[in-house]
């Protein structure tokens, strides 16, 4: 890619952070076609433990679908500020003149468009799979998509408390499974919500989108908060 | 050497004080009760043993580190914007190995900057004899390349205190006399140089020697 000559000042610092993110995102080697093959394999393992019988598995679709997508939601999202820890361009930005809440949010989001958006995209193929009601397969599909971003933004509360440990992983996903919940509660909830069913399909929807908000603002200052007390 | 008596004087060159410093890590403190002022064109060798407390001093000056007691002022700018008017260079070099050397420069003049302005990435590159690595990955440099890479942003982003803990490492004869040449040019024009060494930096300035906590 060539870069128009000029002035780099231009790029606002928040465009130039997401740039990047992306860029080593992608550049790491097929990151977000491996999330997705994490994702299948998931998938199919419950498809295979759960046995033949397509009523049951039909019904219980959703529930594998928001679950396999939790866990490779939070698949390397322990290294969303490891990386820039162990490299030293976690210090440069914290003495970067851009609120760090704000840098958090749009790593979050560079994050959450390489893994979380493919997710949703390709969870109706997988609940094919699973045979899903093809009623269903929308209300899935939606609920990921309003979901995830709140399963990553959670995931960054995790992923700056525990920045500077070597072996991390366990102890985020101990930190921040539980408080995944309510967003697997009222996914799962929404996703299951076709024709068929009792709720309707925007109740637990929009109680969803809500915990995305609050996700949305309280994850940032909670990270930012650790990330800060993180040198001592 | 009150901050408010160099602003009375008419003065508007910068001066960063820092009265009464401890600084703990781990319960202990590093460096106790450190005075110093330093004024606009001039550079402070942290010298001393290993362990002394140089990169610590140097972390909480660039507000990595919080003060267990004591305040890090810079008149006549407000005590709070010192991290912001300093670039660190530590030991990382804060470098991307997959992304290119431009493009890791060009994020960090993006967010760094703070308004005062800064050499175009090509030109800062150049400064520093690193044009022909500039498409290249970082991951494909060699230790000193890399350095030079980190150095280059305080050319790519004007700020006035430059931070630097042990800015020769890694570096050849020649890119030593080349960052000296950068470091007595940003001196002469009002900037301030806190620098973490063993080997000597032939700088104007005044030597701080830290001596190993117990």
Redesign the interface.
């Known amino acids: 890619m060539t ?1 128009p ?5 231009e ?3 928040l ?3 997401f ?2 993110d992306i ?2 995102g992608r ?2 080697g097929g990151g977000t076609s491996l999330g997705i093959v994490f994702f299948l394999i998931l998938v199919t393992l419950c498809a295979f433990a759960i046995g033949p019988d397509l009523r049951l598995l039909g019904k219980i679709a959703p529930a594998i679908l928001w679950i396999s997508g939790l866990l490779s939601t939070l698949l390397g999202l322990d290294r969303l500020f490891q990386a820039d820890h ?4 976690l ?8 609120p760090l809440e704000l840098i958090i949010l749009v790593k979050c989001l560079a994050h959450w468009i390489l893994t979380g958006l493919p997710l949703a995209a390709t969870a109706p193929i997988f609940g094919l799979m699973l045979n899903l009601p093809l009623s269903e397969l929308w209300s899935v599909t939606l609920s990921l998509l309003a979901g995830t971003p709140s399963l990553t933004l959670t995931g960054a509360i995790g992923a700056a408390l525990t920045v500077s440990l070597r072996r991390g992983g366990l102890l985020f996903a101990v930190l921040i499974l539980p408080l995944c919940v309510p967003s697997l509660i009222f996914g799962v909830a929404a996703a299951g919500a076709g024709e068929a069913s009792l709720v309707p399909f925007a109740t637990p929807f929009l109680i969803l989108c809500a915990l995305t908000l609050i996700a949305g603002v309280v994850a940032p200052v909670a990270a930012a908060a650790a990330l800060r ?1 993180g ?2 | 050497m009150k901050p408010a008596a160099m602003l009375a004087r008419g003065s508007i060159t910068m001066q960063l004080c820092a009265s009464n410093l401890t600084i703990a890590r781990g319960g202990r403190a590093i460096i106790a009760n450190l005075s110093f002022a330093l004024c606009a064109g001039e550079c402070l060798a942290l010298t001393g043993p290993n362990g002394a407390g140089k990169s610590t001093l140097l972390r909480a000056l660039a507000g990595l580190l919080p003060l267990a007691a004591g305040t890090i002022s810079l008149s006549p700018l407000s005590e709070e914007f010192v991290p912001q008017q300093a670039h660190y260079v530590g030991h990382a070099d804060g470098l991307k190995g997959l992304l290119t050397v431009t493009e890791n420069l060009e994020f960090f003049a993006a967010i760094l900057d703070v308004g005062m302005g800064g050499l175009p990435v090509k030109t800062a590159l150049g400064k520093l004899g690193l044009a022909h690595a500039a498409k290249l990955p970082v991951a494909y440099l060699s230790a000193g390349q890399k350095r030079r890479v980190a150095l280059a942003r305080l050319l790519a982003v004007r700020r006035p205190i430059w931070l630097l803990d042990e800015p020769l490492t890694a570096l050849d004869t020649a890119s030593r006399v080349l960052l000296g040449q950068i470091m007595t040019e940003h001196l002469t024009q009002g900037g301030l140089i806190v620098a973490a060494t063993h080997a000597g930096l032939d700088l104007k300035g005044q030597e701080l020697r830290l001596r190993a906590a117990g």
Do not use: C, H, Q
């Open positions: 870069t000559k000029g002035t780099p000042k790029t606002s610092p465009a130039a952070l740039l990047r860029r080593t550049r790491i162990e490299d030293g361009s210090d440069l930005l914290l003495t970067s003149s851009t007390n040198g001592r």
